[in-house]
Nanobody
Framework: QVQLVESGGGLVQAGTSLKLSCTASGGAFDNWAMGWFRQAPGKEREFVAFVNGVTRKEYYANSAKGRFTISRDIAKKTVYLQMNSLKPEDTAVYYC????????????????WGQGTQVTVSS
């Protein structure tokens, strides 16, 4: 059974950085596309970034470009989201997700999800 466990969230001030981690177990991981999504209170879950499992190409939401970086460590079965220059509007629960296909901007395409980690950015 595939499990994804996120960590690294917390309360930080605007302008600072945070690095989220998501470790997978129970599956191959190597060729999975891995994505990060976020959901703020009262809002729909939205795409942040994903990395294609085969090409390793990275894709970012406009709100994340230039500030966030997705990366993966195959040996550790872990995907990371480095978040720099954080803004209050980045406050949300951040979820990692695994897609056995090529990855997508759409949450519905992902087969497995973590439980989420809270990121709160104060002004």
């Amino acid at each position: 059974q595939v499990q994804l466990v996120e960590s690294g969230g917390g309360l930080v001030q605007a302008g600072t950085s945070l690095k989220l981690s998501c470790t997978a177990s129970g599956g191959a991981f190597d060729n999975w596309a891995m994505g990060w999504f976020r959901q703020a209170p009262g809002k729909e879950r939205e795409f942040v970034a994903f990395v294609n499992g085969v090409t390793r190409k990275e894709y970012y939401a406009n709100s994340a470009k230039g500030r966030f970086t997705i990366s993966r460590d195959i040996a550790k079965k872990t995907v990371y989201l480095q978040m720099n220059s954080l803004k209050p509007e980045d406050t949300a629960v951040y979820y990692c997700a695994a897609d056995l296909g090529s990855g997508s901007y759409h949450p519905i395409e992902y087969e497995y999800w973590g439980q989420g980690t809270q990121v709160t950015v104060s002004s």
